[in-house]
């Protein structure tokens, strides 16, 4: 499966975005879905994952995410979104989508097997 990521850019502190994640080249509803991010320099860190069905999300134990960021999917699309609400200088990073053939993500990267090329977001303080 490819992936697509999108929706990155420039934005105030307090403000918003909505990242999006396209996938072609298999069925997208057999896969979980995560969104990572990473730092030049850093190692690459989980945000937050959905299962196939949706149902299932779990979001990285950090109050820097929870309660900000929301993770959804549109199967019918064969898009993941990730809504980031309320950013930070401190969420500046490369946001990058993954998938994993599982019904179920998780927070280990080595765990999916399929990777977009990462947006960037940048949040200026």
């Known amino acids: 499966v490819q992936l697509q990521a999108s929706g990155g850019g420039l934005v105030q502190a307090g403000g918003s975005l909505r990242l999006s994640c396209a996938a072609s080249?298999?069925?997208?509803?057999?896969?979980?879905m995560g969104w990572f991010r990473q730092v030049p320099g850093m190692e690459r860190e989980f945000v937050a994952w959905i299962g196939w069905s949706g149902v299932n999300r779990f979001y990285a134990d950090s109050d820097s995410v929870k309660g900000r960021f929301t993770i959804s999917r549109d199967n019918a699309k064969d898009t993941v979104f990730l809504q980031m609400t309320s950013l930070k200088p401190e969420d500046t990073a490369i946001y990058y989508c993954?998938?994993?053939?599982?019904?179920?993500?998780?927070?280990?990267?080595?765990?999916?097997?399929?990777w977009g090329q990462g947006t960037l977001v940048t949040v200026s303080s």
């Open positions: 080249g298999g069925i997208f509803s057999r896969f979980s």
């Open positions: 993954a998938a994993r053939r599982a019904y179920s993500g998780t927070t280990y990267s080595g765990d999916y097997g399929y």
